[in-house]
């Protein structure tokens, strides 16, 4: 599939995305201490086959065995769903959805922290949230992708916080990863030129720690080699004529000012 996308294609995608933010909004409530990743696995897989009619993309994908990722603490992503991981107060808790709807992704994350969490916790959330709004405002037709990481690097390194260098961003459409690769790090003015009807994710993972990953010998799930604190939000977008569409955009965020992150840009860190 082209990265330019037709019209046809943009439409599709709306609903998919659309669609991947609905199923956060339907978890929210459930994401709470006593709870395990496995019963939020099984509600998001319910919700999105027998009342959204869609396929959980996750599932089965080059062996990944359940419906969405739940990436827990120093978990940075792809972590999978189990009966023995029980949340508890303090935790943050990234959820992954991907959805196919029409054989077009939906794909988008947030945080959710667990009761009472630590400073650290809440301002690690609340950075890398600010991150994904900073990258996002970044995007604009000739614009270009080293921007999005210069953006998203600068904020996080101010915050003395690190940015994952072993995964990326991705375009998507009716292949869940595709080009371009967008790097949550890099220099202004460097990369691919942003072009109207590219639609890609960006998902910065920011580490309490240094930035150094290690994969599980489950071949999927990716911690801090530190073992400290990592959070991941993510949205979907279209480059548009004239800057950028978040096709994710839940119904808790005001992305209108995407340049200038202030405290209203927190109102998505839910606390359960």
């Not at 006593?34 to 996750?58: F, S, W």
Request: charged content about 20%; overall charge negative.
């Amino acid at each position: 599939m082209s990265m330019i996308k037709t019209a046809d294609d943009i439409a599709s995608m709306r609903i998919a995305g659309r669609l991947a933010a609905d199923v956060l909004d339907f978890i929210a409530p459930f994401v709470k201490p006593g709870i395990t990743t496995l019963e939020l696995d099984r509600l998001c897989h319910n919700y999105m086959v027998d009342v959204q009619k869609v396929i959980p993309a996750p599932l089965n994908y080059r062996g990944f065995p359940k419906s969405i990722c739940t990436s827990v603490n120093h978990v940075i992503c792809h972590g999978i769903p189990t009966e023995k991981k029980v949340l508890k107060n303090g935790d943050i808790i990234n959820i992954d959805i991907t959805v196919i709807k029409d054989g077009y992704h939906g794909d988008t994350s947030k945080m959710f922290l667990v009761g009472e969490c630590s400073v650290l916790a809440e301002k690690l959330c609340r950075v890398s949230q600010e991150c994904l709004y900073l990258g996002l405002a970044a995007v604009r037709p000739g614009a270009r992708l080293g921007d999005i990481g210069h953006a998203i690097q600068t904020h996080a390194e101010a915050n003395r916080f690190s940015v994952v260098r072993d995964y990326c961003g991705h375009g998507i459409g009716l292949v869940f990863h595709e080009d371009p690769q967008v790097l949550h790090y890099g220099k202004p003015g460097t990369g691919m030129l942003l072009e109207p009807g590219m639609i890609f994710t960006i998902e910065p993972m920011i580490n309490a720690g240094t930035y150094h990953t290690r994969l599980l010998p489950d071949q999927w799930t990716v911690v801090t080699r530190d073992h400290k604190l990592s959070a991941q939000w993510e949205h979907m977008l279209l480059v548009t004529d004239t800057g950028v569409e978040v096709l994710t955009q839940r119904p808790e965020e005001d992305l209108s000012h995407l340049s200038t992150p202030t405290s209203d840009t927190q109102v998505a860190l839910t606390r359960v």
